[in-house]
């Protein structure tokens, strides 16, 4: 966060000491936005689109969708103990991959305008709505020694923890593997953030928005196996709060 609030500080210190007003003849007025972009935060990465409608000359109404991968913080990287350059890395002990679609409606307030042609527009937003999440099983590659008359030789096969292990686990799967096996798991979230845009170009949008979110699921969301034999099992979360923050571009349209 500190290193978020050092770029705004920046952003302002250079609206305030090198922009230059904008002629009165420039300063056009639009009725809508549409823009999106990359999604980073403490839980994972994803892309975002906004649409937005002026409601007054600060207010705007705001409909969002996110799409986002979601990671467990236990999550560690493995290889094959042998180092095969053709086997995948995987994340041992990870039962499920989880995303998560995001739809919500918000208002963004705008506190300082841009005047100035490299100004910043410093705004805020809330949003709420619905977090459809779904899980897709994790499928690896596993390692058979076979007998006295055959070769070792691979199976796919669903990660079961009581059975799987660092010593007879290739590598991932296929990506693809288990799409036909999604389970949804349905939610709702909220988010508020602090936006700087600071496009030069009167009918364009850059910037970036840093804020924090919250989703909440019905129950917990196995992103983690349990071991039957091991009472350390990592804990599966049903509430998932994180710090995000967005770079995004876009358009503004639809001239008064």
Known sequence: MRIIALIGFILLANTLAFSQPIPEEEMILFKKQRYGGLNLNTNGFGITGTLAKYDGAYKLWLL??????????KETKTWNPVNDPNARPYFYGKQNNFYNIRTSLGRK?????????????????????????????????????????????????????????IDNIYGRAHGLRGFDELK???????????????????????????????????????????YTQDSKNPRNHQFFFSLYLNFFFGTKYDQK
């Not at 969002?64 to 913080?73: G, R, S, T, Y």
């Not at 979110?213 to 196995?222: F, M, V």
């Open 109 to 165: 307030i705008v506190l300082t305008e841009k005047l100035r042609r490299s100004g910043v527009q410093v705004a805020y937003n809330w949003q709420a709505g619905t977090s459809l999440g779904f899980t897709k099983p994790v499928y690896l590659e596993i390692i058979y020694l076979g007998d006295a008359n055959t070769q070792p030789y691979l199976e796919v096969e669903k990660f079961d923890p009581d059975i799987h292990y």
């Open 184 to 226: 949804f798991h349905p939610g709702a979230h909220f988010k508020f953030a602090f936006s700087f845009e600071y496009s030069n170009e009167r009918e364009r949008l850059k910037g970036i928005e840093t804020g924090v979110s919250l989703d909440a699921y019905a129950k917990d969301i196995p992103i983690m196996a349990t």
């Open 64 to 73: 969002n969708a996110d799409i986002l991968f979601i990671k467990h913080e």
